[in-house]
């Protein structure tokens, strides 16, 4: 990720979604406040409504690359890991507005990452609360769906150090406002899910991270109680960063881009689905740090790959009658 760091979130996972850093301004700040690929699977369509339950677990295997990695003895690349659970509610109370059902995401993540030498950092606490609210629009029998929302990242995390970015939190906040499309028939999934994401300045630091927009893409069948299918990801800065006096003016990153590529399997049990999924990040570049003594860009992201798992269940409903058959939720 960026900033010479790695970065995680739950958000789902967050979510989710954070991460460390060495020789990098903004010491520990994640590249992102949310995971890329957390949300693969999740549709436009919303559920019945009722409160749901899902849990939410992933692993991040990686190395720093770029211009900016550090250097360890015989080239060795500099690892990272990191582990993240997330906790997360959807309520959907059964209103409607504009001809859309509403519903709110709650989540919170737990992290925990390691930096390998020579940086040799281990993090970990709760990353920040991630809360929404969004509506879903079904476009009369065609199939298609549509879902707008408006997302955020609280600075709720575990924060320390004098930047705030010793642990896994951020002192900032994170909007993220993002729009959902999907066709959902004969047993079809195939979602686009774009979102952005605006940070304001750390309030410690007042160095602003520049934005961040994602796009994820799903595509797969259910047979049955089977669902199975390819899935892809991209995420990419898109704004410069802005420094503060705390840095001197100094940038440490001003552009990265990320692509991945992976498959999906699930399985509908009834009472509760599972979906399990895995992506290979294929590109990874970083540019457009401030150069350091020797001139070299400190730019820095990583490369890797992940596996996420997510458990989706319905804690109540209004009516005890309705289908026990669950969607994949959007958090």
Do not use: C
């Not at 436009?44 to 003895?73: E, I, K, R």
């Not at 079904?138 to 955020?152: E, H, I, P, T, Y």
Request: charged content about 10%; hydrophobic content about 40%; glycine content about 12%.
């Amino acid at each position: 990720m960026r900033k010479r760091n790695v970065a995680v979130a739950a958000g789902v996972l967050t979510l989710s979604a954070v991460a460390t850093a060495a020789n990098a301004y903004e010491f520990g700040s994640p590249g992102w406040a949310q995971k890329p690929g957390v949300v693969l699977g999740a549709a436009a369509a919303a559920p019945p409504p009722g409160l749901y339950g899902f849990d939410q677990a992933f692993t991040y295997q990686s190395s720093l690359v770029g211009p900016g990695a550090p250097a360890n003895p015989g080239g060795a690349a500099t690892g990272v890991k990191v582990d993240v659970f997330g906790q997360g509610l959807l309520w959907v109370p059964g209103w409607n507005f504009l001809g859309a059902s509403y519903d709110a995401v709650a989540v919170v993540p737990f992290v925990s990452a390691s930096v390998g030498p020579p940086i040799d950092v281990n993090p970990s606490g709760v990353h920040n609360m991630f809360l929404a609210n969004e509506l879903s629009w079904r476009l009369g029998d065609s199939g298609f769906f549509v879902k707008a929302g408006l997302g955020l990242y609280a600075p709720t995390g575990t924060l320390q150090g004098p930047t705030g970015l010793s642990n896994v939190g951020n002192p900032w906040w994170t909007f993220q406002p993002n729009i959902v499309f999907s066709y959902l028939k004969d047993g079809w999934n195939l979602t686009i899910n774009v979102f952005d994401e605006i940070n304001t300045a750390n309030s410690r630091t007042n160095y602003r991270s520049g934005d961040v927009l994602h796009a994820e893409f799903t595509a797969t069948k259910t047979i049955g109680k089977w669902t199975f299918g390819p899935v892809a990801y991209y995420a990419g800065q898109i704004t410069n960063d802005r420094s503060s006096a705390f840095y001197g003016g100094a940038i440490n990153l001003n552009r990265y881009d990320v692509w991945a590529a992976g498959g999906m399997i699930g399985y509908d049990f009834g009472p509760v689905s599972l979906s399990v999924w895995g992506t290979q990040e294929l590109s990874s570049t970083a540019s457009g740090g401030t150069a350091a003594s020797l001139g070299v860009d400190t730019a820095t992201i990583s490369k890797g790959f992940s596996v996420f798992a997510q458990l989706n269940y319905r804690i109540w409903a209004p009516d005890a009658a309705a289908s026990p058959s669950l969607p994949r939720l959007r958090k």
